[in-house]
């Protein structure tokens, strides 16, 4: 059969994921030492995976409410407060199957096909697909590493048309570690008043921040709350990735849509995850200290590594990933990376997976021990000075 006139055109003319191309080569070899994933290695601290434990043994093994079990609402409520200072009902908040799905019903629920949606470049690989399968435009905006990677009034004005539906706002940010400062976001938030755009933020990374100031979200800055989707969720904050659970929060108008598409699509998310949520909630604030102090150390230590092996590295302040520049050895970013990997065993991703702004850099996470991330930075800059000795 010819399976081309059967597929769906849009789906079937994306680019395949370029961070994955890297782990499929690297997987196929022995003893690669990887810079490359960018999950948390901690063990999802043992309370909370007792929680879901019992949840199972009280046999709780049925669907939830579509939009997530209320008591789990309630917390994520309290919990937005508490950390943020953000006010919310529970009325507004879906709880999906991870950030991911949060950002699809957000994007689904907001735009219309034609529509454009500005998505800042480099950041995480999903944006720009669901915005073409929903049958809307992606217009990217570059990001650049003089401003830190942060998205200036200049930029977004330049992009913003009559056709301009949604921002996608990614901070803290994967790949760079960039974050958005209040009063960086003062500064872009009258524009997205003056132009009634929405504004899609992804904020899965929030409790991860290093410098003195905290995470602010853009739904606290004035007027920007009612136009504003938030997407969490707990499998970067709790080490959770594999439970798959996140949320949204948003006006409720918008959180009816995004759920009767939820409704449609998933039914509810996870029940173990959602049980094991609310004690992550209540009783897990001291976990997260724990392995942003952690990620701080690491941070540290591979920052200054790339910055002494001669690839600048701007400081980042968030998430958990450094993206130093590979441009004074004067290959393209997938250069770098392949020829890294084969010859020392080393993965990471090149920048250009992350949008065209991205090339001349590589994402390097630093979710790995300390002997891990030591043995790569050894490497490397062996890497390195083979490469200028060769000149
Ligand atoms: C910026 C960003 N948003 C969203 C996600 C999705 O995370 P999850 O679906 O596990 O919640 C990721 C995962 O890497 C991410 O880096």
């Given at each position: 059969?010819?399976?081309?006139?059967?597929l769906?055109?849009k789906?079937?003319a994306?680019?395949?994921s370029?961070?994955r191309?890297f782990?499929d080569?690297?997987?196929?070899m022995d003893?690669?030492?990887?810079l490359?994933?960018?999950?948390p290695d901690?063990?999802t601290?043992?309370?909370?995976?007792?929680?879901g434990?019992e949840?199972?043994?009280?046999?709780?093994t049925?669907?939830?409410?579509n939009r997530?079990?209320e008591?789990?609402?309630?917390e994520?409520?309290?919990?937005?407060k508490?950390r943020?200072n953000?006010?919310?009902?529970?009325?507004?908040?879906?709880?999906t199957?991870g950030?991911?799905e949060?950002?699809?019903l957000?994007?689904r629920?907001?735009?219309?096909?034609?529509?454009?949606v500005?998505?800042?470049q480099p950041?995480f690989v999903?944006?720009?697909?669901?915005v073409t399968?929903?049958?809307?435009v992606?217009v990217?905006?570059?990001l650049k590493?003089y401003?830190n990677?942060?998205?200036?009034p200049?930029?977004?004005?330049?992009k913003?048309t009559s056709?301009?539906k949604a921002l996608v706002l990614p901070?803290?940010?994967n790949p760079?570690?960039?974050i958005?400062?209040?009063?960086d976001?003062?500064?872009?938030a009258p524009i997205?008043?003056?132009?009634d755009?929405?504004?899609?933020?992804d904020?899965i990374?929030?409790?991860l921040?290093?410098?003195e100031?905290?995470?602010?979200?853009?739904?606290?800055?004035?007027d920007?709350?009612?136009r504003?989707?938030i997407?969490s969720g707990?499998s970067?904050?709790?080490?959770?990735?594999?439970?798959r659970l996140?949320y949204?929060?948003?006006?409720e108008p918008i959180?009816s849509?995004?759920?009767k598409?939820?409704q449609?699509?998933?039914m509810?998310a996870?029940?173990t995850?959602?049980?094991?949520?609310?004690d992550a909630l209540?009783?897990g604030d001291?976990d997260?200290?724990?392995?942003?102090n952690?990620y701080?150390?690491r941070?540290?230590l591979v920052v200054?590594?790339?910055?002494?092996?001669?690839l600048?590295?701007f400081?980042p302040?968030?998430a958990?990933?450094a993206?130093p520049?590979?441009?004074?050895?004067g290959?393209?970013s997938?250069?770098?990376c392949?020829k890294?990997?084969?010859s020392k065993k080393v993965a990471?991703?090149?920048?250009n997976?992350f949008?065209d702004?991205?090339?001349?850099?590589?994402?390097?996470?630093?979710?790995y021990?300390?002997?891990?991330?030591?043995e790569?930075?050894?490497?490397?800059?062996?890497?390195?000075?083979?490469?200028?000795d060769?000149e």
């Amino acid at each position: 059969m010819d399976y081309s006139k059967k597929l769906n055109s849009k789906a079937a003319a994306l680019k395949p994921s370029g961070i994955r191309k890297f782990f499929d080569i690297s997987e196929q070899m022995d003893n690669v030492i990887s810079l490359g994933v960018g999950e948390p290695d901690f063990q999802t601290p043992w309370h909370i995976r007792r929680a879901g434990i019992e949840s199972l043994e009280g046999g709780k093994t049925r669907y939830t409410a579509n939009r997530g079990m209320e008591p789990l609402r309630k917390e994520i409520v309290k919990y937005m407060k508490r950390r943020f200072n953000l006010t919310y009902d529970p009325n507004e908040v879906v709880v999906t199957v991870g950030g991911s799905e949060a950002i699809d019903l957000a994007v689904r629920a907001l735009v219309e096909p034609g529509d454009e949606v500005l998505i800042p470049q480099p950041s995480f690989v999903c944006y720009e697909p669901i915005v073409t399968l929903a049958g809307g435009v992606p217009v990217t905006i570059e990001l650049k590493s003089y401003n830190n990677f942060v998205l200036t009034p200049e930029q977004l004005e330049s992009k913003i048309t009559s056709k301009t539906k949604a921002l996608v706002l990614p901070y803290p940010s994967n790949p760079t570690g960039g974050i958005m400062l209040r009063q960086d976001l003062e500064k872009i938030a009258p524009i997205i008043k003056k132009h009634d755009l929405m504004v899609i933020s992804d904020e899965i990374y929030a409790e991860l921040t290093f410098g003195e100031d905290r995470h602010v979200s853009i739904a606290e800055i004035p007027d920007m709350w009612e136009r504003t989707v938030i997407v969490s969720g707990f499998s970067k904050t709790y080490s959770m990735t594999g439970w798959r659970l996140g949320y949204a929060l948003a006006p409720e108008p918008i959180i009816s849509l995004m759920t009767k598409i939820h409704q449609f699509a998933i039914m509810s998310a996870p029940t173990t995850s959602q049980y094991a949520a609310i004690d992550a909630l209540k009783n897990g604030d001291n976990d997260i200290k724990k392995m942003r102090n952690e990620y701080n150390a690491r941070r540290r230590l591979v920052v200054n590594g790339f910055n002494e092996i001669g690839l600048t590295c701007f400081e980042p302040l968030g998430a958990f990933y450094a993206f130093p520049s590979i441009k004074s050895t004067g290959l393209t970013s997938e250069e770098f990376c392949e020829k890294l990997l084969y010859s020392k065993k080393v993965a990471m991703v090149p920048g250009n997976a992350f949008g065209d702004s991205g090339e001349g850099f590589v994402r390097v996470s630093y979710c790995y021990s300390v002997e891990h991330l030591k043995e790569a930075l050894r490497r490397t800059a062996e890497f390195v000075k083979e490469l200028k000795d060769g000149e």
